[in-house]
């Protein structure tokens, strides 16, 4: 599926990814390919990002490595839309 | 005819304002690149937050309930005058100024006005004439979301508190390097814009739809507050960029005509030096 990643001052991430984790503020919860359409608020935590990706070299350290190839980017609150395979974060 | 001295070093003086503009002109035009850089770059951001807020509040039933959707009888007026720290950019915080005492005046006659100045050039000459509810002139020094974010905070607590009932800001849009359109724009209370967008998308909202609207909403509140500080910041740099273009032209001109003057002045010194001369020698062979 693809995911974009979004904030106020830049265009984070975009591009095809296996699966994400995120931080909904009533506990995490991870999409997969296929899923319902859905909108939520996130809260503060991490953005888990799972396949195999690269991210552009200027936005580099504002990512982590996790466990199991996760990639990892750390939000204080943001939004999430998923329809039709597109996952887009809306993060600050 | 001036003497020569004066209009050589006058020749001088401008030489070296000219070096000055232009040099600022170069250096506007590289600030400027990068602040439409990143407008560009905070749209993706802005065009989705407004997207998600219309599809949500199209198919909200009834009144989102928010404290800033609440219209209320305009009695306390707050306007924020987005300006800059510094001068020389032409008609640039002029603009926003006599703006801000126009709609002052006629606008909001009768009703208490009060004033938030970003910047230091708006805050110096509107704090004269209106009541200051604070100044932030540090913020150009570190255009970011967050410190735009924090400002935007502070007004919607003043707005939810009922201190004002109306925030507007004013500001130059960015149209572009040359021109700058002074903006005036509802901050709060935020218009719930009814457009039946007809396809309203089958989402799951997870908490709830008026959950997600009350997050939205300060979210999109301040992307709006952001949005205008940073188009503002971008025609600071493009009024900056034609004033300085325009007084290095000036500048050129100027150089030009002293030099003529100069050229002219010195041909008759000349002039008369050789009639004195050939005069002596007529008067020594007579």
């Known amino acids: 599926m693809y995911l974009e ?33 859905i909108v939520s ?24 490595k996790g466990e199991k190839d996760a990639t990892i980017l750390a939000i204080n609150s943001g939004t999430i839309e998923m329809n039709d395979n597109k996952v887009i974060v809306l993060a600050d | 005819m001036a003497n020569l001295k004066e209009i050589r070093s006058r020749i001088t003086s401008v030489g070296s304002t000219m070096q000055i503009t232009s ?30 807020l219309q599809n949500l509040s199209a198919t909200l039933e009834g009144d989102s309930g928010s404290v800033f959707a609440e219209q209320r009888e305009v009695n306390k ?5 987005i300006t800059s720290n510094r001068g020389l950019c032409g008609a640039f915080n002029a603009n926003v100024i006599k703006e801000t005492q126009r709609v002052a005046k006629e606008a909001y006659a009768a009703k208490e006005v009060n004033v938030v100045t970003i910047g230091k050039k708006g805050n110096d000459i509107l704090s004269k004439s209106f009541p200051v509810a604070f100044n932030n002139n540090d913020i150009f020094d570190d ?25 507007v800001l004013m500001y130059n849009s960015f149209k572009n390097a040359a021109t700058q359109i002074v903006k005036t724009e509802d901050f709060l209370p935020i218009s719930t814009a009814q457009e039946n967008s007809g396809a309203a998308m ?46 290095t032209d000036n500048a050129a001109e100027l150089k030009a005509e ?13 002039t008369s030096e050789i009639l004195e001369i050939v005069g002596g020698a007529e008067a020594l062979n007579g």
């Open chain 1, 41 to 64: 608020i996130l809260g503060e935590g991490k953005v888990k990002i799972y396949g195999d990706i690269t991210i552009e070299k200027q936005y580099a350290d504002r990512f982590t």
């Open chain 2, 143 to 167: 255009l970011t979301f967050d410190n735009a974010a924090a400002i935007a905070e502070t007004l919607m607590q003043h707005y939810a508190e009922g201190k004002y009932d109306k925030i």
């Open chain 2, 258 to 270: 002293l030099t003529l003057t100069y050229n002219k002045a010195r041909q008759a010194a000349i």
């Open chain 2, 77 to 81: 007026v707050l306007i924020v005058a």
């Open chain 2, 202 to 247: 089958d989402y799951i909202f997870e908490p709830t739809k008026v959950e997600i609207v009350e997050t939205l909403i300060p979210k999109s509140l301040k992307t709006q507050l952001y949005k205008a500080i940073r188009d503002s910041f971008a025609s600071e740099h493009g009024a900056r960029m034609t004033a300085m273009h325009k007084a």
């Open chain 1, 5 to 37: 990643i979004v904030t106020p001052e830049a265009t984070l991430f975009k591009g095809e990814v296996t699966s994400v984790a995120v931080p909904g503020i009533d506990g995490e919860f991870q999409m997969l390919n296929n899923h319902a359409p």
């Open chain 2, 23 to 52: 040099a600022m002109k170069m250096v506007s035009a590289a600030k400027l690149k990068k602040a439409q850089d990143a407008i560009t770059a905070m749209r993706p951001y802005a065009d989705k937050l407004t997207e998600l």
